[in-house]
């Protein structure tokens, strides 16, 4: 039996990685676009980004998942009964519902993307100007100074605020269950419905508790090894 | 014309008028000192000069190009600004060294971004020609057992040596320092200045401001102390510090002479 339940667990573990892993695909980049739209001299973006920074954070992850997963079929139906049809709604009458997989990777991508977007933030306006400026008076592009100079100033910096992150995530997929994406904590309560076992979904938390430990270790290494400097 | 001259530098932060009209003109192979009360200016002017504050008005011309003029929108381009302040160089008070680059890499890293843009063949010729550069600069300011270390792991002293060698690497036409020994302890301060008195001896252009009354008799060949916004006297070292004519510069060698 044992085997039995590591083996299901181990399924349900797979769709937790991809999860975990699409995610940090698209939101370790849109965090920094979002970010970069948040700190930017044009109002309506600025403001865009703040807007939507406010809402994701405002909001729990589980209701963001429902909206996007039900979100868009349920404006297309209200669309589809308009008697009036304009390019606008008959667009979003087009809309079909994502696949439950789809909506779990959107959901998250943008949640994570949110909460990255203010490390990167923070990160960003903690480098002294004097790096900057002292990068403009040797002759270097915005970009080069970006990507040459304060980049990996950043990236020291949101070292340990990024790895509490990480973590967070890891146990954040377990919310993909409120679509019945069969994740692990789904497959461990499958054994209480159809076997009354309570034990499997106790030992999901084995499961979390090495891949949190191994990320957790993997920060750790990536703080020392950027530990050569001071700032 | 002079080498370098400043025509009419006004800035103003809001509606504080911080330089209400700076001329200065400074010959090839020659070193201006500023002094002059806190917040007279000083900080500001430099900056002007590196482009780091864009004047309200006013022009600056080297060598008989206009580098810029306040009154011409079409000289703001991030490119042309780039291009031209490369003329100068700035060493800061606080050194800004790059903490993450080896002492080398600092010297090396913008020469060989800029490199970056040379047909493959060039490249590899210009890059090494910008190490060997980088590596005399730190012998010429005494540190090239420091190549490899990092700023962290040097004294005030040397980063501040390095920020010299750093801005020396660009080959500027004209080197400013700003309060180059303002944050170090006192008995750092030799080693650097020693350093700007070895470059005046190669006729480098220099503007230096400095509290470093001593090495600024020493070093300049003109003076000019600023106070609120203006130059109030300008003149040779002796002028300024053996006959100051203004009660405020009169004022402001005695405060400092306390010091
Ligand atoms: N970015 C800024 N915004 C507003 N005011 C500024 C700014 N930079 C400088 N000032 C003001 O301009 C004045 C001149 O400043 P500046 O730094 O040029 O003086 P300074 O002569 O270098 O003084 P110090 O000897 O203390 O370095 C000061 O009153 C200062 O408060
Ligand atoms: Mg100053």
């Not at chain 1, 070292?159 to 990480?166: Q, R």
């Amino acid at each position: 039996m044992f085997g039995y339940v590591t083996q299901e667990l181990l399924l349900g573990f797979w769709t937790t990685l991809q999860i975990f892993a699409l995610t940090l695909l698209f939101s370790l980049p849109l965090g920094l676009v979002i970010c970069f739209g948040s700190m930017s001299r044009v109002t309506p973006l600025r403001w865009f980004c703040k807007t939507l920074v406010w809402i994701i954070r405002g909001t729990p992850l589980m209701l963001q998942i429902i909206v996007i997963f039900y979100g868009p079929g349920l404006a297309a139906t209200w669309a589809q009964g308009l008697s009036e049809q304009n390019a606008l709604t008959s667009w979003i009458a087009s809309w079909e519902v994502m696949d439950r997989f789809t909506s779990i990777i959107v959901a998250f991508s943008i949640n994570y993307a949110c909460y990255f977007s203010e490390i990167y933030r923070g990160g960003i306006q903690s480098i002294p100007r004097g790096q900057y400026e002292a990068g403009q008076v040797l002759g270097m592009t915005r970009g080069q100074i970006f990507f040459h100079v304060v980049l990996m100033q950043v990236i020291k910096r949101i070292t340990a605020p990024m790895s509490n992150e990480f973590i967070t995530l890891v146990k954040d997929t377990s919310l993909a269950r409120t679509i019945a994406v069969y994740e692990i904590i789904w497959a461990g309560q499958q054994f209480i419905t159809m076997h009354g076992l309570l034990w499997p979904l106790f030992y999901t938390g084995a499961f979390y508790l090495i891949f949190c430990g191994a990320l957790t270790l993997a920060f750790g290494a990536l703080e020392k090894k950027l530990n050569y400097y001071k700032v | 014309m002079a080498y370098l001259n400043v025509r009419n530098i006004q800035k103003n932060f809001g509606a504080t008028r911080v330089l209400k009209g700076i001329d200065l003109e400074l010959e090839r192979g020659e070193v201006l000192v500023i002094i002059g009360s806190s917040g007279s200016g000083k900080t500001t002017l430099l900056r002007a000069l590196n482009f780091l504050e864009l004047p309200d008005d006013g022009t600056i011309t080297l060598d008989g190009e206009v580098l810029l003029d306040a009154s011409d929108k079409t000289m703001r381009s991030d490119e042309e600004i780039r291009k031209n302040r490369l003329h100068f160089g700035l060493v800061f008070q606080q050194f800004n060294l790059f903490p993450q680059y080896s002492v080398l890499d600092n010297l090396t890293l913008s020469p060989r971004l800029m490199a970056k843009s040379l047909p493959k063949a060039e490249r590899k010729a210009k890059i090494q020609a910008i190490e060997e550069n980088a590596k005399a600069l730190l012998e010429r300011v005494g540190l090239s057992e420091k190549a490899g270390s990092y700023p962290c792991e040097l004294s005030g002293g040397q980063q501040q040596r390095v920020a010299i060698a750093r801005a020396l690497a660009l080959s500027p036409d004209i080197l400013c320092f700003d309060e180059p020994t303002s944050a170090l302890d006192p008995e750092l301060t030799g080693e650097v200045l020693k350093v700007i008195r070895s470059l005046k001896d190669d006729r480098r252009t220099m503007i230096v401001v400095t509290h470093e009354m001593e090495f600024a008799r020493g070093v300049a060949d003109r003076v000019i102390f600023m106070s609120d916004g203006v130059i109030a006297e300008q003149g040779s070292a002796e002028e300024i510090f053996e006959h100051p004519k203004s009660p405020a510069l009169q004022h402001f060698l005695r405060l400092s002479k306390e010091k």
